[in-house]
């Protein structure tokens, strides 16, 4: 438990809280914990919204934020408290549209209790009205209805003893009838927000616009969060245009996700709203939106229909020159997982000189080299192959954090697909450079540390890695390289757990000799049901004899 410990109280600390850092701490010794401990000698709250909570007989005072989504790792009663929390804001705001919020606590610590309500209140109003943020720590607890009334809560005497240890400027803030000498005690919502925060009440237009949700959506590098995003809005209230924009946003994160099953879902309802809303939703938008419901049939690996689809739609003319970038690129995708790589190859290079024709299209080049290093090593290119990859090492922005796992992913899986295992090696771990460029710091970590690998492109990454290890006869760093790949349960239709299975049936090629067919065997039987499109279109990873069965993996396209 002492990682959990010292992440919590490394959180705490970063938010002022020094003395609920050193109890979270307790007797917890070492070198980590005892520079916390010093740190928290001069901490001070800083200004914001905090919950005052009881945990293990004392009292506790924890940095609340909001978020936009709703809370999914939190206990059930922190969850119930904060949609209490958002239902008492929509009405105080008398705004029932306003996208649903949830918290943010303190990573890996586990807090429980309806009274983070009234602090998680506070914390929505802040985050939705910018000139209601506190000029001090705001410190608080209560349960919250959906009225917006304060009810009383327990431990409050523990939890004012807690807070009283923490330095800096604050307000207290409690339920009416507490006994609670020096607080302020409130009956409702509106009497604690004039209590603490601050005067503005004017509401953030990117805060609750649709077209706020969808940019702040569109920026977030992870998928997962940004559907998050999407599903907070409440769709039931928009009309058929907007509607059809959030189904067909949302549709295209899952499946960036790997949820393909639950994308084609969002996609098939958007389809009818779109066709009807087209002029509404604008024709740039919607020549967009048609792009991704193809890809999203990709994804259910019915290529041959999405070939004929994007060929077709290539012949026609594009209201903006993305789509048609967009478009080439994604039938040079149907076209490689239809095993076609040299046909895809020459596609993507039509889409190059598009690249310089604005500063939007050059910001996605990245994208466009990564497919073409990896076309030029399934086609057998070996000078393509050289010269993209170094052409993507240098167009990858230095801190784009996002684009160099897929840059680095491609460029690993290109020279392993060429048979260059040592060199792909030797660059992941930061022993070599490759075309004058070391490897990120995260492509480092996922080759050499002892972390969790988990989501795309990162286990296709480890994946190629394990392949390598095995070809150089290191079968041990194969195996340990592969035991970290997270292996999720995942809905029937999640690609990405699919492609992590994937990374398990790669390393039984690997197993001893006398265990090998028994972990094929497990492996595949692990693999099928995880996305039945891609383990059809895939049959000879089934079928495939185990001398058979890498060449079978290297016609994933993914």
Wanted: hydrophobic fraction near 50%; include cysteine.
């Amino acid at each position: 438990m002492s990682d959990v410990h010292l992440a919590a109280a490394r959180a705490l600390l970063d938010a002022g809280a020094g003395a609920s850092a050193c109890r979270v701490l307790g007797a917890l010794r070492g070198r980590e914990a005892n520079d916390l401990r010093e740190a928290s000698a001069s901490a001070s709250l800083s200004p914001g919204v905090y919950a005052m909570v009881e945990h293990e007989g004392a009292g506790l005072v924890l940095p609340v934020r909001a978020r936009v989504g709703p809370s999914p790792w939190a206990p059930p009663d922190v969850r119930e408290a904060s949609a209490a929390a958002m239902a008492a804001v929509r009405a105080w705001l008398r705004e029932p549209s306003l996208p649903e919020l949830g918290v943010e606590l303190p990573p890996a610590f586990g807090v429980r209790g309806i009274s983070m309500g009234l602090p998680a209140a506070l914390a929505f109003v802040a985050h939705l009205c910018p000139g209601a943020a506190p000029e001090v720590a705001v410190l608080a607890t209560g349960r919250i209805d959906a009225s917006g009334a304060v009810l009383p809560v327990a431990h409050v005497r523990e939890k004012l003893a807690g807070a009283a240890e923490e330095a800096g400027r604050r307000v207290v803030v409690v339920p009416l009838g507490a006994d609670a000498p020096g607080a302020i005690a409130v009956a409702d919502l509106g009497a604690a927000v004039d209590a603490c925060l601050g005067p503005g009440r004017a509401l953030d237009p990117a805060a609750i616009s649709l077209d706020g949700a969808i940019a702040r959506a569109r920026l977030e590098a992870d998928p997962r969060a940004a559907a998050a995003i999407l599903e907070a809005i409440p769709r039931v209230r928009l009309a058929a245009a907007d509607r059809a924009r959030v189904l067909l946003e949302l549709g295209t994160r899952l499946r960036h996700a790997g949820e393909t099953a639950r994308a084609t879902e969002l996609h098939e309802a958007a389809r009818a709203e779109l066709a009807a809303s087209r002029q509404v939703v604008g024709l740039e938008a919607a020549e967009r939106y048609e792009l991704e419901v193809i890809l999203t049939g990709l994804d259910r690996y019915e290529l041959e229909g999405a070939a004929a689809a994007l060929s077709a739609r290539l012949a026609e003319p594009f209201f903006a020159l993305r789509s048609e970038l967009r478009c080439r690129g994604a039938l040079a995708q149907a076209l490689s997982m239809l095993g076609r790589p040299r046909e895809a190859l020459a596609l993507r290079e039509e889409n190059q000189p598009l690249h310089e024709r604005s500063d939007e299209l050059a910001r996605v080049l990245p994208g466009t080299l990564c497919q073409l290093a990896l076309d030029a090593a399934r086609a057998g290119e070996a000078a393509a192959l050289e010269r993209y990859a170094a052409a993507l090492l240098r167009a990858t922005p230095p801190g784009d954090a996002r684009q160099w796992a897929f840059s680095a992913s491609a460029v690993v899986r290109a020279l392993v697909l060429a048979g260059r295992d040592a060199e792909a090696v030797a660059w992941a771990r930061g022993e070599r450079m490759l075309h004058g460029v070391l490897a990120s710091a995260a492509l480092v970590r996922l080759a050499t540390s002892g972390a969790p690998i988990a989501g795309h492109p990162e286990t296709s990454t480890a994946r190629a890695l394990v392949r390598a290890h095995g070809r150089l006869g290191d079968a041990e760093a194969a195996s340990r390289l592969a035991a970290r790949v997270v292996q999720s349960e995942g809905a029937r239709g999640d690609h990405a757990a699919w492609l992590a299975r994937l990374a398990a049936l790669e390393a039984a090629l690997w197993a001893p000799p006398a265990e090998r067919a028994r972990a094929i065997d497990a492996a595949r039987a692990a693999l099928r049901p995880a996305h039945e499109p891609a383990s059809a279109h895939h049959a000879d990873l089934f079928t495939a004899a185990p001398g058979d069965l890498a060449a079978a993996i290297d016609r994933v396209f993914y």
